[in-house]
């Protein structure tokens, strides 16, 4: 570059990249992208030690020594910046599930299934407060975030495709799709467009399993999560994982978690 545009630039590398050169985000685009992730990372740190009543825009604006309407800058309202973090909880999830699903083979379709949702039972008693957040708080129901319902769907997906695998392997019965009534078949439809359940094998049949299924181990977890079975039972693991290998369908070897 010639020493005159090089000092109109003031040596700028960003200024300097030619054509067609992806431009790295400027100093402003930076601090507000990390003034995003404080502002959200904080929300975070008081939903888990007080709950969605400890989660305020005045209390976050507090701890970051400015003003709650400064906020405003950021995110339109406590909504707003609550379900940001439902995304990025969805998010975290999604790679905890696939992180654990990863390392195995990709036809141990019965690993897969078992280290998946092993997964998400160890994420939920370890973020109980934002797996309440996620799972146990409602929703709007006419006019869902944008961003929720791309994260969450991206959370569905993981399952999908294991589900969709042991259909392929006929190895779980399915109701023929004229047993299931019509006002269940529109609710069964209604899940499918909100979560983007398109496996190859969908039917309704396969709908109704999942359903029944994904009840069974959330409620579980979630009885768990609130602690509504623990000062009975004590630890319930022997129970989610009898309930994860009667899922599997009869037949299927079990495995227990590894201890390492």
Same mark, same amino acid.
């Given at each position: ?32 992208? @990390? =003034? ?8 975070? %740190?008081? /939903? &888990? +030690? ?5 989660? !305020? ?78 799972? @146990? =708080? ?8 944008? %961003?929720? /319902? &791309? +994260? ?5 997906? !993981? ?102």
């Amino acid at each position: 570059m010639p020493a005159e545009a090089s000092a109109r630039t003031g040596g700028d590398p960003e200024a300097q990249a030619g054509p067609g050169a992806a431009a790295a985000p400027g100093r402003r685009e930076r601090v507000r992208e @990390a =003034t995003l992730r404080e502002i959200k990372d904080i929300a975070r %740190r008081r /939903l &888990a +030690a007080e709950g969605p009543s400890g989660v !305020s825009l005045r209390a976050i604006a507090r701890d970051m020594g400015m003003t709650a309407p400064g906020l405003y800058r950021y995110f339109s309202g406590l909504d707003d910046l609550l379900n940001a973090v439902r995304a990025d909880l969805f998010h975290e999830l999604s790679e905890a599930v696939a992180g654990a699903a990863g390392p195995l083979p990709a036809d141990d379709t019965d690993g897969r299934i078992l280290a998946s949702l092993r997964a998400f039972r160890t994420w939920a008693l370890a973020h109980r407060a934002e797996f309440s957040l996620l799972f @146990a =708080t409602p929703a709007p129901q006419e006019h869902p975030d944008a %961003r929720v /319902l &791309a +994260a969450g769907q991206e959370f569905a997906a !993981s399952f999908f495709a294991l589900f969709d695998r042991l259909l392929a392997e006929r190895r779980i019965p399915l109701p023929a799709d004229e047993e299931i009534g019509p006002e269940l078949r529109d609710r069964l439809d209604a899940f499918a467009a909100k979560t983007g359940f398109t496996i190859d094998n969908a039917s309704y049949g396969a709908l109704r399993v999942l359903m029944s299924c994904w009840v069974r181990l959330y409620g579980l977890v979630s009885m768990e999560v609130a602690e509504h079975m623990t000062p009975i039972m004590g630890d319930m693991e022997p129970l989610f994982e009898a309930e994860l290998h009667d899922i599997l369908a009869p037949g299927v070897e079990y495995r227990a978690p590894s201890r390492d």
